[in-house]
């Protein structure tokens, strides 16, 4: 059972660049979640989305977009890089049968580094 | 304020001591509570889920929230080496999850 996924592992950016930082999921959660991870600092929560074609943003949008077109699958998109995008990226799923899911366990993938020079 | 804090550490222990890693949360409205684990270049994974005050044992580890101070604990007993890693809390309402920084913790064989 592979959970969540996560690719690539690692990228190093130009600034001004643009990348799609993968996710997919395979137990069927409703609810997935994009965090960046800074060093000494929580996860802070980026986007998030309680169900295909529903996405919300979340404490650090700016700099990000993303879409849900399937229940696995929640890509992570960057265009226009920044130094200050420098993070390791964590995407999580969780499920919920109601509203309200912050109170659910998330599963999480084994991150993304990204390095923007 | 942050709204939950965490000591960042390190904090190092010989294997087999009590671990005590502690957070503190500034929302009243917060119900859940949360423990992970996150191994070097991993994610983090659950360890612990408590709803209010109590505590809630599982094997080695015991949770243990007191609203009234707004406290959370993580206690490990007979610590091994390969609990070495960072302890993230988490605490929130239905719609709010606020994350720790995390602790570093280190046992020493």
């Known amino acids: 059972n592979a959970g969540v996924t996560q690719t690539p592992k690692f990228r190093i950016l130009k600034i001004g660049q643009s990348m799609t930082l993968q996710c997919t999921q395979d137990?069927?959660?409703?609810?997935m979640y994009w965090y960046r991870q800074d060093p000494g600092m929580g996860l802070k929560l980026i986007y998030y989305?309680?169900?295909?074609?529903?996405?919300d943003k979340g404490e650090v949008p700016n700099g990000y977009n993303v879409s849900r077109s399937t229940t696995e699958d929640f890509p992570l998109r960057l265009e226009l890089a920044a130094p200050s995008q420098t993070s390791v990226y964590f995407c999580?799923?969780?499920?919920?049968?109601?509203?309200?899911?912050?109170?659910?366990?998330?599963?999480f993938g084994d991150g993304t580094r990204l390095s923007i020079l | 304020q942050k709204e939950v804090e965490q000591d960042p550490g390190p904090l190092s222990v010989p294997e087999g001591a009590i671990v005590s890693l502690n957070c503190t949360y500034s929302?009243?409205?917060?119900?859940?509570f949360m423990w992970y684990r996150q191994y070097s270049r991993k994610g983090p994974e659950l360890l612990m889920y408590?709803?209010s005050s109590g505590n809630k044992e599982d094997g080695r580890f015991t949770a243990q929230v007191d609203k009234s101070s707004k406290y959370i604990s993580l206690f490990i007993r007979d610590s091994q080496p390969s609990d070495s890693a960072t302890y993230l809390c988490?605490?929130?309402?239905?719609?709010?999850?606020?994350w720790g920084a995390g602790t570093k913790l280190i046992i020493k064989p």
């Open positions: 999580a799923s969780s499920y919920s049968a109601g509203p309200g899911a912050s109170n659910q366990p998330q599963h």
């Open positions: 137990m069927n959660h409703n609810y």
């Open positions: 989305s309680v169900g295909a074609g529903i996405t």
């Open positions: 929302n009243s409205a917060f119900q859940y």
């Open positions: 408590t709803y």
């Open positions: 988490a605490s929130g309402s239905n719609y709010q999850l606020i």
